[in-house]
């Protein structure tokens, strides 16, 4: 049974950074794409970032290149989400995700966390 569990999330001041995990278990990620989306109230669940369990391929929604940076650690078989400079708009339930394709569609990905809260104060 595959999980994904996300922690990080929290409260900060805009400006600031928080980092999100992932830990994944149940199956071998190799041939998979890890991201990352995120939901506000009222709003649809978005793309925010990707990469590939295996390496090489990272991809960035445009209004997070530069301050987010997404990473795994095979050791501990983790996915990590780097945000800085957070502003009021990051505010958001943010998910770990996982598929076999590489997509910014949330409709392409076959797992998904509980999400995680993240709340910039302005």
């Known amino acids: 049974q595959v999980q994904l569990v996300e922690s990080g999330g929290g409260l900060v001041q805009a400006g600031g950074s928080l980092r999100l995990s992932c830990a994944a278990s149940?199956?071998?990620?190799?041939?998979?794409?890890m991201g990352w989306f995120r939901q506000a109230p009222g709003k649809e669940r978005e793309f925010v970032a990707s990469?590939?369990?295996?390496?090489?391929?990272?991809n960035y929604a445009d209004f997070v290149k530069g301050r987010f940076t997404i990473s795994r650690d095979y050791a501990k078989n983790t996915v990590y989400l780097q945000m800085n400079s957070l502003t009021p708009e990051d505010t958001a339930v943010y998910y770990c995700?996982?598929?076999?394709?590489?997509?910014?569609?949330?409709?392409?990905?076959?797992?998904w966390g509980q999400g995680t809260q993240v709340t910039v104060s302005s």
């Open positions: 995700t996982a598929a076999l394709k590489v997509g910014t569609s949330r409709y392409e990905y076959d797992y």
């Open positions: 990469i590939k369990w295996s390496g090489g391929y990272i």
């Open positions: 149940g199956r071998t990620f190799g041939g998979y794409s």
